[in-house]
């Protein structure tokens, strides 16, 4: 079972919190009671096999290299395998899970590292998955840990590196080629180490599971877990219909895992409207409008975690732009809890195809007034609050959490603005 620590959740979660459209052949609304009704295509059983060899935890050290290697191949460091993959490296450069072991995991590890290594292991199991990045390593059946002789502070720092998906024992794996062709034994041995065996399991949301899905005896709120982003795709009639996560999140193969902190990705997932009661209004009477959020094109919920926050603002200003004082009124999609995570406050998140609503109304007193929309993400919102509150109590990982605060202060954004006139 999962850690239930606080720590452990945002350490859990940080990869990235997703939130991708569907492709537009898979994109009409869907109602609850059909998601229920949805399976996706079973993987066949090779594919499992492979997953559940490819994704054993911890993973193993990779031991030495083929002697005919080059130090190229012989080296598991990102930018050594964009000497021949540059595109890939460029997108994996600006990703999140480039990021992965960023300064606000990362500040809470350096100071959990000597108290609780097992932990530490638990959160770098997603974070930075290969052995080589890990500190210490553990004494097989003894629970103890030892100093590992191969980590490297460089490698972990890079996070969920290209070797951590494509990388065990020196033998490189991948997707099959885009038009299914096939490379013999005799052409592998004459690629750069060895070519790469392929295989299906790489296009399956099973891959992705193994860092974005909860066991089934997880920690839970509410008898829902707290990371559940497989499981809601599976009930969704997006898996039904053979939408995998890689055909959202990394189309045409891109290595960018684009999500919620990306702002036309989400305004890409989701329909908004803003409606009024009719098309003018006098002074002394009562604007009535609603706003709509929709998910259109998400296959999992929105937001799938419980760190981000997506806000809907409806406010009266006057000629000059000004707000009217106690005239905003704000609701909330998202899950919220405290952050000792002891209980659940409420989940307003959307499931594929469902809409929030909120509704408005209120008396103006004069002239010239607007009504102003607003629908603004904040992907970092449970971190923000975390950081804040941890901070305090930090030793050695003090300045990395000061960092990681101010860049989740940074990222919420705007996705529907708009000021309608009132008479």
Not at 81 to 86: R, S
Not at 113 to 138: F, K, T
Not at 147 to 163: D, H, V
């Amino acid at each position: 079972m999962r850690r239930p620590a606080a720590w452990v959740l945002l350490s859990a979660l940080a990869v990235v919190a997703l939130v991708a459209p569907v492709p537009e052949r898979f994109s009409s609304p869907v109602g609850v009671a059909e998601q229920a009704k949805a399976q996706p295509p079973p993987a066949d059983q090779a594919s499992l096999e492979f997953l559940g060899r490819h994704w054993a935890r911890p993973l193993p050290p990779q031991g030495r290299p083929p002697q005919k290697f080059t130090p190229i191949e012989a080296s598991l460091a990102p930018k050594d395998c964009g000497v021949c993959h540059p595109a890939q490296l460029a997108d994996w450069r600006t990703s999140l899970h480039a990021k992965a072991m960023g300064p606000g995991v990362a500040g809470q590890l350096v100071d959990m590292i000597r108290q609780d290594p097992a932990g530490v292991r638990d959160c770098q199991n997603c974070h930075a998955p290969l052995a080589e990045q890990l500190e210490r390593l553990e004494k097989t059946g003894r629970g103890s840990f030892v100093k590992n002789p191969s980590f490297s502070r460089a490698l972990q720092a890079e996070g969920i590196t290209c070797a951590a998906c494509h990388v065990r024992g020196w033998e490189r794996f991948g997707p099959p080629k885009p038009d299914g062709s096939l490379v013999s034994a005799t052409e592998r041995s004459q690629l750069p180490h060895n070519g790469a065996t392929r295989t299906p399991a790489f296009l399956r949301s099973e891959f992705c599971k193994s860092c974005h899905q909860f066991d089934a005896d997880g920690f839970a709120l509410n008898g829902k877990l707290l990371e559940n982003t497989y499981e809601e795709w599976k009930a969704s009639p997006y898996a039904a219909q053979g939408t995998q996560c890689q055909d959202c999140h990394m189309p045409d193969r891109r290595h960018l895992w684009r999500g919620i902190h990306d702002p036309e990705m989400v305004r890409s997932g989701v329909t908004i409207q803003l409606k009024l009661s009719k098309p003018s209004y006098r002074a002394g009477e009562q604007v009535e409008a609603t706003l709509t959020v929709t998910n259109r094109g998400v296959g999992h919920l929105f937001p799938t975690y419980l760190t981000p926050k997506v806000f809907l603002r409806l406010e009266l200003v006057d000629s000059a732009r000004r707000p009217l004082p106690r005239s905003r009124e704000e609701s909330v999609i998202g899950r919220e809890a405290p952050l000792d995570l002891s209980r659940e406050f409420y989940d307003t998140r959307l499931a594929p195809g469902a809409t929030f609503t909120m509704k408005y109304a209120r008396r103006i007193d004069r002239r010239g007034l607007k009504l102003r929309a607003r629908v603004v993400v904040e992907p970092d919102h449970f971190y923000t609050k975390f950081f804040k509150a941890t901070i305090p109590q930090a030793e050695r990982g003090r300045r990395q959490l000061e960092v990681a605060l101010a860049e989740t202060r940074r990222s919420a954004f705007t996705i529907f603005s708009k000021e309608v006139p009132l008479d």
